[in-house]
């Protein structure tokens, strides 16, 4: 097993997180007796703290807080009282959505980039994960290590001492690269008097750090909060437990046993064989048939590579039509037949009017017109680097479905790293990273994943409907995005109205934003300056 770096507590530090956190010494752990509002509140600073959790509570929070009336509790302790309750309700109503009620804040630390996906994929959760545009990885951790994870058999194979070393070397170039690549920015972008020095600092180095990441291999340790039901906890470790990389069974069973501490009765189904053992046999035993007979099937087709970076495979021709029909059916008191024949004799005045009235005046890209826009969608094929598939692929209502992580599509150079003239110990790294996981996939096919650059390509595709297309493209688009999310956001855009030709869900794109930035981070940090100073 992975071997977790605990942390190291003072007897009066350990004291107060015990009454908070249901262990000190495992990297999974639940958040209890504290306010809603606090438990948020921390796992939004977690993503931009290098620092672990329990760490960042008492560092940032836990002086804040009336602690006077929590000194006898003790959350390591359990919650039997509350088991009992539960329990009971279960017996007397049988009713799964009592597990939609309970819900718990869980932190998820030393996970790597690929359980990190595993742990996201859910729908019904909520997420936040530290930023790799915030927090450099030049950092090792409190063992002296850098902060990649460590795959037991690997170790013990005749590679282990090689992929430590060659994982050693990626970080040791991302972090060499860190120094001329802020110092090329400050030249390029000098300082201007409208910024602070911390302003300015925070923007140079959120440009320097989304530069070097694709450097960082899948291996990448992070932290993750989440914020779930105990049904779709449930549900989620089924998933994990069915999972061909040891690391995520593994964590499956950390986070089951911090769980059975706060909502044990809404996880009971998972330890019984004919319940839980059997949900995950299912699942386990329908992924390995599909992949063996696609195997078997595809023996005489070679992989595929691509020439365009987004495509747009499936949308319906009549999509905006079948949209107008469903908003005449909402505001009506019509069947679908007629909702249908009062939209057939519309001309195109008529539709462009119904359209815009629908869609309204949007003061900000939060304003989005209703469900009636879920009624047709979009089908993306994209491949790209697996650093922009990170963030995308945390969109919740959308499908997406993704191969495994290679290097046979080759990778991404940013154009920063170029015009810096880094290139040639970027690339390097990146070509290290590919031999590494060539070398090691025919032994651990699932494993040699971690080898991989964020900077390589993968290919996956994402099916929505157009009310997410509009939240995906315009949140994605902004000018302090990545420039490689950025872009596939604007292809998006551009095939929906040129390709699929619906030219009024395009329009209703208003948020839509193609400025060229040179600092991504700068007006989102000016903007955060002023709230700090109290201003608007």
């Known amino acids: 097993m992975h071997p977790y770096v605990a942390e190291e507590f003072t007897d009066a530090e350990a004291a107060v997180l015990r009454r908070y956190v249901t262990n000190l010494d495992s ?32 560092d940032e929070f836990a002086g804040d807080l009336d602690l006077t009336g929590d000194v006898s509790f003790d959350a390591t302790v359990g919650f039997a009282r509350a088991d009992e309750f539960y329990q009971r309700i279960f017996v007397e109503y049988g009713d799964d959505s009592v597990a939609q009620l309970g819900g718990v804040h869980l932190a998820c630390e030393q996970a790597s980039n690929l359980l990190t996906k595993v742990l996201e994929r859910g729908r019904l959760m909520s997420y936040l994960e530290q930023s790799t545009r915030y927090l450099g990885y030049d950092r090792r951790l409190g063992n002296g290590h850098y902060r990649f994870y460590r795959d037991h058999d690997i170790l013990e194979s005749r590679f282990g001492a090689r992929y430590v070393g060659e994982m050693d070397r990626v970080f040791d170039t991302y972090g060499a690269l860190l120094a001329p690549l802020t110092e090329w920015l400050t030249r390029r972008y000098p300082k201007t008097a409208e910024d602070t020095d911390f302003v300015y600092r925070q923007a140079i180095r959120a440009k320097a750090l989304d530069a070097a990441r694709g450097l960082l291999p899948a291996s990448a340790l992070s932290n993750l909060g989440i914020y779930g039901t105990g049904q779709a906890y449930e549900a989620l470790l089924l998933r994990m437990r069915a999972h061909p990389l040891p690391e995520v069974r593994e964590y499956a069973e950390l986070m089951r046993r911090e769980l059975m501490k706060v909502i044990p009765s809404f996880l009971r189904r998972l330890d019984l064989p004919e319940r839980g053992g059997a949900w995950s046999a299912y699942l386990r035993e329908t992924s390995d048939a599909t992949r063996e007979l696609v195997s078997s099937l595809a023996v005489d087709v070679s992989p595929a590579g691509f020439d365009q970076r987004v495509r747009l495979v499936g949308f319906d021709p009549a999509g905006e039509t079948r949209v107008l029909e469903a908003i005449v059916l909402e505001a009506s008191e ?10 057939a004799r519309l001309d195109a005045g008529e539709r462009a009017s119904l359209f815009a009235r629908y869609v309204g005046e949007r003061h900000n890209r939060r304003h989005r017109p209703g469900r009636a826009f879920e009624r047709t969608d ?22 997406i479905e993704w191969q495994a992580l290679g290097a046979d599509l080759g990778y991404e150079v940013p154009e920063l790293i170029v015009d810096a003239g880094l290139a040639e110990p970027y690339e390097e790294s990146l070509h290290r990273s590919a031999e590494l996981y060539h070398d090691l996939h025919d032994e651990f096919p699932h494993q040699s994943q971690y080898a991989v650059a964020l900077a390589h390509r993968i290919r996956y595709v994402i099916q929505m409907n157009a009310r997410e297309a509009m939240h995906l493209i315009e949140l994605r688009s902004s000018p302090q995005g990545h420039p490689h999310y950025r872009h596939i956001a604007h292809e998006m855009a551009r095939l929906i ?26 007006a989102a940090e000016r903007r955060a300056e002023r709230r700090r100073r109290g201003g608007s």
């Not at 007796?33 to 509140?41: D, H, T």
């Not at 699929?500 to 948020?511: M, Q, R």
């Open 497 to 522: 109205r040129e390709e699929a030709g619906h030219h009024a869900i395009a329009d209703s794109l208003a948020f839509l934003d193609r400025t060229e930035t040179d600092l991504e981070r700068l």
């Open 27 to 58: 990297p999974v752990f639940a958040l209890v007796n504290l306010p809603e509002v606090v438990k948020g509140a921390l796992f939004a600073r977690y993503s931009r703290s290098s620092k672990s959790l329990r760490r960042l509570f008492l």
């Open 334 to 343: 019509l069947s679908d037949a007629q909702a249908r024949a009062v939209v």
């Open 378 to 399: 979009y089908r993306f094929e994209i491949v790209s680097d697996y650093g922009a598939f990170r963030d995308l692929q945390r969109h919740r209502l959308l499908s």
